[in-house]
Protein backbone atom coordinates (compact mmCIF):
# COMPACT_ATOMS: atom_id res chain seq x y z
CA UNK A 1 0.00 0.00 0.00
CA UNK A 2 1.25 3.84 -0.70
CA UNK A 3 1.65 6.05 1.56
CA UNK A 4 -0.91 8.80 1.23
CA UNK A 5 0.70 12.17 0.82
CA UNK A 6 -2.33 14.73 1.02
CA UNK A 7 -5.84 14.17 1.32
CA UNK A 8 -8.52 16.68 -0.45
CA UNK A 9 -12.36 17.02 0.38
CA UNK A 10 -13.22 13.59 0.20
CA UNK A 11 -10.81 11.38 -2.22
CA UNK A 12 -7.97 11.74 -3.45
CA UNK A 13 -5.65 10.26 -5.68
CA UNK A 14 -1.78 9.75 -4.25
CA UNK A 15 0.61 9.86 -7.22
CA UNK A 16 4.34 10.75 -8.26
CA UNK A 17 5.54 8.95 -4.99
CA UNK A 18 7.78 6.59 -7.18
CA UNK A 19 8.66 8.92 -10.28
CA UNK A 20 8.75 6.38 -13.17
CA UNK A 21 11.57 6.17 -14.72
CA UNK A 22 10.48 8.23 -17.94
CA UNK A 23 11.75 9.44 -21.40
CA UNK A 24 12.45 13.05 -21.12
CA UNK A 25 9.92 14.17 -23.25
CA UNK A 26 6.89 12.75 -21.34
CA UNK A 27 5.87 13.59 -18.07
CA UNK A 28 2.29 13.93 -15.80
CA UNK A 29 0.78 17.29 -16.20
CA UNK A 30 -1.87 18.43 -13.60
CA UNK A 31 -4.05 21.39 -12.99
CA UNK A 32 -6.48 22.26 -10.23
CA UNK A 33 -9.21 24.25 -10.54
CA UNK A 34 -12.74 25.21 -8.26
CA UNK A 35 -15.51 24.54 -10.53
CA UNK A 36 -19.27 23.67 -9.75
CA UNK A 37 -18.47 24.84 -6.02
CA UNK A 38 -15.89 22.13 -5.86
CA UNK A 39 -12.16 21.23 -6.28
CA UNK A 40 -11.96 20.09 -9.92
CA UNK A 41 -8.21 18.20 -10.48
CA UNK A 42 -7.11 16.89 -13.74
CA UNK A 43 -3.17 14.68 -14.21
CA UNK A 44 -2.86 12.81 -17.15
CA UNK A 45 0.52 11.44 -18.61
CA UNK A 46 1.54 12.73 -21.83
CA UNK A 47 4.66 12.67 -24.38
CA UNK A 48 3.65 15.86 -25.93
CA UNK A 49 3.19 19.10 -23.50
CA UNK A 50 1.33 21.38 -25.56
CA UNK A 51 -1.69 18.24 -26.48
CA UNK A 52 -1.64 17.37 -22.45
CA UNK A 53 -1.69 20.79 -21.51
CA UNK A 54 -5.03 21.75 -23.74
CA UNK A 55 -6.19 18.46 -23.15
CA UNK A 56 -6.49 19.54 -19.41
CA UNK A 57 -7.79 23.08 -20.46
CA UNK A 58 -10.49 21.13 -22.53
CA UNK A 59 -11.63 18.97 -19.25
CA UNK A 60 -11.77 22.25 -17.32
CA UNK A 61 -14.00 24.03 -20.04
CA UNK A 62 -16.43 21.09 -20.31
CA UNK A 63 -16.71 21.45 -16.40
CA UNK A 64 -17.72 24.82 -16.60
CA UNK A 65 -19.69 24.32 -19.34
CA UNK A 66 -21.84 21.66 -17.63
CA UNK A 67 -21.78 23.85 -14.34
CA UNK A 68 -23.70 26.70 -16.58
CA UNK A 69 -26.12 24.36 -17.78
CA UNK A 70 -27.04 22.30 -14.67
CA UNK A 71 -26.42 24.49 -11.82
CA UNK A 72 -29.39 25.16 -9.66
CA UNK A 73 -27.29 28.38 -8.29
CA UNK A 74 -27.12 30.06 -11.69
CA UNK A 75 -30.52 31.22 -12.97
CA UNK A 76 -30.05 31.31 -16.47
CA UNK A 77 -28.99 27.45 -16.33
CA UNK A 78 -31.47 24.56 -18.17
CA UNK A 79 -31.85 23.31 -15.07
CA UNK A 80 -33.15 26.76 -14.08
CA UNK A 81 -35.44 27.53 -16.86
CA UNK A 82 -36.81 23.52 -16.25
CA UNK A 83 -37.74 24.11 -12.70
CA UNK A 84 -39.74 27.84 -13.44
CA UNK A 85 -41.45 26.58 -16.24
CA UNK A 86 -41.79 22.72 -15.87
CA UNK A 87 -45.24 23.04 -14.25
CA UNK A 88 -47.25 24.98 -16.93
CA UNK A 89 -45.80 24.02 -20.01
CA UNK A 90 -43.43 20.88 -21.56
CA UNK A 91 -39.99 22.67 -21.67
CA UNK A 92 -37.41 21.57 -24.52
CA UNK A 93 -33.98 20.32 -23.24
CA UNK A 94 -31.29 19.36 -24.91
CA UNK A 95 -30.28 15.59 -25.47
CA UNK A 96 -27.65 15.82 -22.90
CA UNK A 97 -29.91 16.97 -20.24
CA UNK A 98 -32.41 14.48 -21.39
CA UNK A 99 -30.24 11.64 -21.39
CA UNK A 100 -29.26 12.57 -17.88
CA UNK A 101 -32.51 13.28 -16.21
CA UNK A 102 -33.62 9.87 -18.13
CA UNK A 103 -30.81 8.32 -16.32
CA UNK A 104 -31.58 9.54 -12.73
CA UNK A 105 -35.29 8.45 -12.79
CA UNK A 106 -33.70 5.35 -13.81
CA UNK A 107 -31.89 5.28 -10.64
CA UNK A 108 -34.96 6.27 -8.72
CA UNK A 109 -36.17 3.23 -10.32
CA UNK A 110 -33.22 0.88 -9.19
CA UNK A 111 -33.04 2.21 -5.32
CA UNK A 112 -36.64 2.08 -5.01
CA UNK A 113 -36.79 5.90 -4.76
CA UNK A 114 -33.79 6.31 -2.69
CA UNK A 115 -32.47 8.30 -5.33
CA UNK A 116 -34.70 11.18 -6.17
CA UNK A 117 -33.78 14.60 -8.12
CA UNK A 118 -37.34 15.76 -7.12
CA UNK A 119 -35.90 16.26 -3.66
CA UNK A 120 -35.37 19.28 -3.92
CA UNK A 121 -38.72 20.48 -3.49
CA UNK A 122 -37.72 20.20 0.15
CA UNK A 123 -33.68 20.38 -0.61
CA UNK A 124 -34.28 23.92 -1.49
CA UNK A 125 -35.61 25.07 1.71
CA UNK A 126 -32.43 24.06 3.37
CA UNK A 127 -29.14 26.88 3.12
CA UNK A 128 -26.41 25.41 4.69
CA UNK A 129 -23.50 28.37 4.71
CA UNK A 130 -26.44 30.51 6.39
CA UNK A 131 -27.85 28.13 8.52
CA UNK A 132 -31.32 27.41 7.47
CA UNK A 133 -33.88 24.64 7.99
CA UNK A 134 -37.68 24.54 6.86
CA UNK A 135 -40.18 24.73 9.33
CA UNK A 136 -42.36 21.88 9.87
CA UNK A 137 -44.94 23.58 8.16
CA UNK A 138 -42.76 24.41 4.99
CA UNK A 139 -41.28 20.94 5.04
CA UNK A 140 -45.21 18.95 5.22
CA UNK A 141 -46.10 21.53 2.07
CA UNK A 142 -42.87 20.84 0.27
CA UNK A 143 -43.10 16.73 1.11
CA UNK A 144 -46.26 16.44 -1.87
CA UNK A 145 -44.10 17.72 -4.56
CA UNK A 146 -40.90 14.71 -3.52
CA UNK A 147 -41.49 12.16 -6.28
CA UNK A 148 -39.84 11.70 -9.93
CA UNK A 149 -42.97 10.33 -10.73
CA UNK A 150 -44.11 13.76 -11.14
CA UNK A 151 -41.50 13.92 -13.94
CA UNK A 152 -42.83 13.26 -17.13
CA UNK A 153 -40.58 12.76 -20.21
CA UNK A 154 -41.20 12.99 -23.85
CA UNK A 155 -38.28 11.27 -25.94
CA UNK A 156 -39.58 12.25 -29.01
CA UNK A 157 -40.06 16.38 -28.28
CA UNK A 158 -37.00 16.02 -26.23
CA UNK A 159 -39.10 17.96 -23.39
CA UNK A 160 -40.15 17.85 -19.95
CA UNK A 161 -43.13 18.52 -17.74
CA UNK A 162 -43.70 18.38 -14.43
CA UNK A 163 -47.57 16.74 -12.85
CA UNK A 164 -47.84 19.04 -10.59
CA UNK A 165 -46.91 22.38 -9.21
CA UNK A 166 -44.30 22.99 -6.72
CA UNK A 167 -42.09 20.04 -8.34
CA UNK A 168 -38.45 21.22 -8.48
CA UNK A 169 -35.34 18.53 -9.69
CA UNK A 170 -31.93 19.39 -9.01
CA UNK A 171 -29.22 17.60 -10.00
CA UNK A 172 -26.44 17.86 -7.16
CA UNK A 173 -26.09 13.74 -6.66
CA UNK A 174 -25.70 13.00 -10.97
CA UNK A 175 -23.91 16.17 -12.07
CA UNK A 176 -20.60 15.76 -11.20
CA UNK A 177 -20.43 12.22 -12.53
CA UNK A 178 -21.73 12.89 -15.66
CA UNK A 179 -18.79 15.58 -16.05
CA UNK A 180 -15.94 13.31 -15.09
CA UNK A 181 -17.51 11.46 -17.39
CA UNK A 182 -17.41 13.44 -20.33
CA UNK A 183 -14.17 14.63 -19.39
CA UNK A 184 -12.80 11.30 -19.63
CA UNK A 185 -14.06 10.83 -23.00
CA UNK A 186 -12.60 14.18 -24.20
CA UNK A 187 -9.25 12.52 -22.57
CA UNK A 188 -9.58 9.44 -24.66
CA UNK A 189 -10.58 11.10 -27.81
CA UNK A 190 -7.49 12.81 -27.47
CA UNK A 191 -5.76 9.73 -27.15
CA UNK A 192 -4.43 9.92 -23.54
CA UNK A 193 -3.97 6.63 -22.62
CA UNK A 194 -3.35 7.23 -18.62
CA UNK A 195 -5.23 10.08 -16.20
CA UNK A 196 -7.07 11.01 -13.21
CA UNK A 197 -9.94 13.29 -13.32
CA UNK A 198 -11.88 13.88 -10.36
CA UNK A 199 -15.05 16.42 -9.25
CA UNK A 200 -15.09 16.91 -5.33
CA UNK A 201 -15.77 13.34 -4.45
CA UNK A 202 -15.84 11.75 -7.67
CA UNK A 203 -13.05 10.47 -9.53
CA UNK A 204 -12.27 8.58 -12.30
CA UNK A 205 -9.43 6.58 -13.74
CA UNK A 206 -7.91 5.51 -17.17
CA UNK A 207 -4.54 3.26 -17.00
CA UNK A 208 -2.91 2.18 -14.22
CA UNK A 209 -0.32 4.81 -13.77
CA UNK A 210 2.41 3.68 -15.76
CA UNK A 211 2.16 0.14 -13.60
CA UNK A 212 1.61 1.43 -10.33
CA UNK A 213 -2.10 1.70 -9.41
CA UNK A 214 -3.44 5.26 -8.10
CA UNK A 215 -4.30 5.05 -4.37
CA UNK A 216 -7.42 6.97 -3.18
CA UNK A 217 -7.66 7.71 0.32
CA UNK A 218 -11.45 7.77 1.89
CA UNK A 219 -11.43 10.34 4.27
CA UNK A 220 -12.19 10.39 7.99
CA UNK A 221 -15.21 11.39 8.33
CA UNK A 222 -14.96 13.03 11.23
CA UNK A 223 -11.28 14.09 11.36
CA UNK A 224 -10.05 16.08 8.54
CA UNK A 225 -6.56 15.12 7.14
CA UNK A 226 -6.65 11.66 8.20
CA UNK A 227 -7.59 8.81 6.14
CA UNK A 228 -9.73 5.49 7.02
CA UNK A 229 -8.90 3.49 4.20
CA UNK A 230 -6.90 3.26 0.77
CA UNK A 231 -7.62 1.71 -2.45
CA UNK A 232 -5.39 1.02 -5.27
CA UNK A 233 -6.84 1.56 -8.73
CA UNK A 234 -6.76 1.35 -12.15
CA UNK A 235 -9.40 1.71 -14.74
CA UNK A 236 -12.21 2.88 -12.31
CA UNK A 237 -14.76 5.10 -11.09
CA UNK A 238 -14.69 6.05 -7.41
CA UNK A 239 -17.54 8.27 -5.71
CA UNK A 240 -17.64 9.07 -1.66
CA UNK A 241 -20.85 10.84 -0.22
CA UNK A 242 -20.33 12.12 3.55
CA UNK A 243 -22.15 13.90 5.78
CA UNK A 244 -19.22 16.38 6.45
CA UNK A 245 -19.51 18.54 2.74
CA UNK A 246 -21.96 20.91 3.44
CA UNK A 247 -23.43 20.80 6.69
CA UNK A 248 -24.57 22.51 9.75
CA UNK A 249 -24.78 21.78 13.31
CA UNK A 250 -28.55 22.91 15.64
CA UNK A 251 -29.92 21.45 18.43
CA UNK A 252 -27.61 18.06 18.60
CA UNK A 253 -28.44 17.53 15.08
CA UNK A 254 -26.58 17.60 12.18
CA UNK A 255 -28.24 18.88 9.47
CA UNK A 256 -26.53 17.87 6.40
CA UNK A 257 -26.62 18.02 2.10
CA UNK A 258 -28.14 14.34 1.88
CA UNK A 259 -32.01 14.17 1.82
CA UNK A 260 -34.27 11.01 2.14
CA UNK A 261 -37.05 11.83 -0.28
CA UNK A 262 -40.34 10.31 1.79
CA UNK A 263 -39.23 12.87 4.69
CA UNK A 264 -37.28 15.32 3.21
CA UNK A 265 -34.75 15.64 6.03
CA UNK A 266 -30.82 14.83 6.36
CA UNK A 267 -30.03 10.67 6.68
CA UNK A 268 -28.98 9.74 9.52
CA UNK A 269 -27.35 6.52 10.40
CA UNK A 270 -24.51 6.99 7.75
CA UNK A 271 -21.51 8.90 7.71
CA UNK A 272 -19.88 8.29 4.13
CA UNK A 273 -20.29 5.86 1.50
CA UNK A 274 -17.82 5.33 -1.33
CA UNK A 275 -18.76 3.23 -4.31
CA UNK A 276 -16.40 1.49 -6.52
CA UNK A 277 -17.61 0.60 -10.26
CA UNK A 278 -16.90 1.23 -13.81
CA UNK A 279 -18.90 4.49 -14.68
CA UNK A 280 -18.98 7.72 -12.72
CA UNK A 281 -22.12 8.81 -13.26
CA UNK A 282 -23.49 5.77 -12.11
CA UNK A 283 -21.31 5.67 -9.11
CA UNK A 284 -22.22 9.69 -8.36
CA UNK A 285 -25.72 8.99 -7.76
CA UNK A 286 -25.25 5.14 -6.52
CA UNK A 287 -22.45 6.70 -3.73
CA UNK A 288 -25.89 8.93 -2.77
CA UNK A 289 -28.24 6.65 -2.80
CA UNK A 290 -26.49 4.14 -0.52
CA UNK A 291 -26.06 6.81 1.79
CA UNK A 292 -29.89 7.37 2.24
CA UNK A 293 -30.55 3.50 2.25
CA UNK A 294 -28.65 3.06 4.95
CA UNK A 295 -26.01 0.13 5.81
CA UNK A 296 -28.09 -2.82 5.54
CA UNK A 297 -30.39 -2.22 2.58
CA UNK A 298 -27.18 0.35 0.97
CA UNK A 299 -24.86 -2.88 1.19
CA UNK A 300 -27.60 -5.00 -0.27
CA UNK A 301 -28.07 -3.38 -3.37
CA UNK A 302 -24.34 -2.91 -3.78
CA UNK A 303 -24.38 -6.60 -3.83
CA UNK A 304 -26.78 -7.21 -6.08
CA UNK A 305 -25.06 -5.71 -8.63
CA UNK A 306 -22.09 -7.07 -10.83
CA UNK A 307 -18.52 -4.92 -10.79
CA UNK A 308 -19.75 -2.71 -7.92
CA UNK A 309 -17.89 -2.72 -4.69
CA UNK A 310 -18.50 -0.13 -1.52
CA UNK A 311 -16.77 0.84 1.75
CA UNK A 312 -19.93 2.73 4.53
CA UNK A 313 -18.55 4.08 7.55
CA UNK A 314 -21.88 4.36 9.96
CA UNK A 315 -22.96 6.61 12.78
CA UNK A 316 -20.70 4.79 14.98
CA UNK A 317 -17.66 4.99 12.75
CA UNK A 318 -17.49 1.44 11.72
CA UNK A 319 -16.89 0.29 8.46
CA UNK A 320 -18.52 -2.10 6.14
CA UNK A 321 -16.80 -3.63 3.15
CA UNK A 322 -18.37 -5.00 0.34
CA UNK A 323 -17.77 -8.73 -0.09
CA UNK A 324 -15.29 -8.03 -3.54
CA UNK A 325 -13.26 -5.85 -1.30
CA UNK A 326 -13.12 -7.66 1.57
CA UNK A 327 -11.78 -10.57 -0.46
CA UNK A 328 -9.47 -7.80 -1.63
P1 LIG B 1 -21.32 15.80 -3.29
O1 LIG B 1 -22.23 16.74 -3.99
O2 LIG B 1 -20.68 16.39 -2.09
O3 LIG B 1 -20.38 15.05 -4.18
P2 LIG B 1 -23.13 13.58 -3.20
O4 LIG B 1 -22.61 12.93 -4.40
O5 LIG B 1 -23.43 12.71 -2.05
O6 LIG B 1 -22.21 14.71 -2.65
O7 LIG B 1 -24.44 14.30 -3.61
C1 LIG B 1 -25.15 15.06 -2.68
C2 LIG B 1 -26.00 15.99 -3.47
O8 LIG B 1 -27.04 15.21 -4.08
C3 LIG B 1 -26.70 17.01 -2.62
O9 LIG B 1 -25.93 18.18 -2.47
C4 LIG B 1 -27.96 17.25 -3.42
O10 LIG B 1 -27.70 18.16 -4.46
C5 LIG B 1 -28.26 15.91 -4.04
N1 LIG B 1 -29.18 15.05 -3.27
C6 LIG B 1 -29.40 15.05 -1.92
N2 LIG B 1 -30.27 14.08 -1.58
C7 LIG B 1 -30.62 13.45 -2.73
C8 LIG B 1 -31.50 12.35 -3.04
N3 LIG B 1 -32.16 11.69 -2.09
N4 LIG B 1 -31.60 11.98 -4.34
C9 LIG B 1 -30.91 12.63 -5.31
N5 LIG B 1 -30.08 13.66 -5.08
C10 LIG B 1 -29.92 14.07 -3.81
MG1 LIG C 1 -23.17 11.13 -5.17
Redesign the pocket.
Known amino acids: MYPLRHVA??ALPVIGLLAPTSPAWAEWLSDQQTIM??VVRVELWSDDQPAGKAAIAAVMEEMRRIDRTMS?YKQDSDVSLINRNAAQKPVTISSELFDLIAR?LQ??ELTGG???????SA?QLYDFHRKIKPSEHALAKALPAINYHHILLDRKRSSIKFSQIGVRI?????A??HAVDRSIALLQARAIKQAIVS????SRIIGDHRGRPWVVGIRDPRQEGKVVAALPLSDAAV????DY??YFEANGMRYH?????TNGRP?NGVRS?TVLGSDSTTM??L???V??MGVEKGMALVERLTNVEAVIVDANGKMYYSAGLERR
Do not use: C, Q
Open positions: AVGTTSMSAFDITYAGDLGGIKGAGGDSTSGERHIINPVVDASTSFV
